[in-house]
């Protein structure tokens, strides 16, 4: 072997740079090719997205039961007389916090129950009570809820009652003021036909979409030889274009035999 044929390095082809493998082509989602799916399937997505709002309307209009609320509101102020000074007001400030507590113990609860005779338990009474002190007042709010608006108006007037009585009695205090007596409530807070036909709506659209892309990236056929080409690395070379009137023959073909022979059993 002479000098120069070792010298000779074989030349080898570089490798393509930047070309992505057949995995990540795979794993890779087109966009553009979504958003086209997703318009090509607007019929299923309307009709899923009103089906869903339809269920949840009637699910809420007839499987849910409504809830009423009613409020009264107690007045806290600390006082020995008839003239109510700084002091007084800023004694009930500190207080209202404490008088909060009061509506969590237990002789308040079996008091309510009693005067109501209510056959509820201590936690299901406490659940459906909501007592809250806005920033910077003496004004505490008391709710409760009840499928009942007659109940949720008595049950929170009773409350307002018993812990006024119960902080003068314990506390060695003066007795709170009952600001506002609890009305009858009109009409239901919960549930909301408007937020849940809404989410009924958008649940229907989000599983419409979902199967249509599922459908999407579950169909590997190629359908296209820009398919061949990118998933395959091949190149095609050439394209058999379809007669549709071809087609429309074969399929009359297809009917005009399938008469003949069933004229034949008939026969």
């Known amino acids: 072997m002479s ?28 966009l553009l090719e979504v958003m086209f799916r997703l318009l090509g399937g607007w019929k299923l997505i309307v009709c899923l997205a009103v089906a869903g709002a339809l269920i949840a309307g009637i699910y809420t209009r007839y499987f849910v039961t409504p809830m009423y609320e009613a409020t009264a509101h107690i007045y806290v102020v600390s006082r020995n007389d008839s003239v109510i000074n700084m002091s007084d007001l800023q004694i009930g400030t500190a207080l209202t916090n404490d008088y909060i507590r009061v ?14 005779d209510l056959p509820y338990t201590y936690s299901y009474l406490r659940n459906h009570l909501r007592v809250r002190n806005s920033n910077n007042t003496r004004i505490i709010d008391i709710t409760y809820s009840s499928p009942s608006a007659s109940e949720a108006m008595e049950v929170a ?19 709170p003021n009952i600001m506002s007596s609890a009305l009858l409530p ?48 091949l190149t095609t070379l050439a394209v058999v274009p379809i007669d549709d009137s071809m087609e429309s023959e074969r399929e009359k073909a297809d009917r005009e035999d399938k008469r003949i022979r069933k004229k034949r059993r008939s026969k």
Do not use: H
């Open 157 to 175: 007037n009773v409350y307002a009652k018993v812990v006024c009585s119960f902080i003068a009695e314990t506390m060695s205090t003066s007795e």
């Open 3 to 30: 000098e120069n044929e070792k010298n000779q390095i074989p030349a080898v082809p570089a490798p393509a740079q930047n070309r992505p493998t057949a995995a990540e082509q795979e794993s890779e989602i087109d």
């Open 186 to 233: 009109s009409s239901p807070v919960s549930p909301s036909m408007r937020n849940n036909v809404i989410i009924g709506f958008g649940a229907g659209f989000l599983l419409a979409s979902a199967i249509i892309i599922i459908r999407m990236l579950a169909d590997d056929k190629y359908k296209s030889a820009e398919d061949i080409r990118r998933f395959t690395g």
């Open 103 to 116: 509506f969590d113990m237990w002789p308040v609860q079996e008091e309510v129950r009693q005067e109501l």
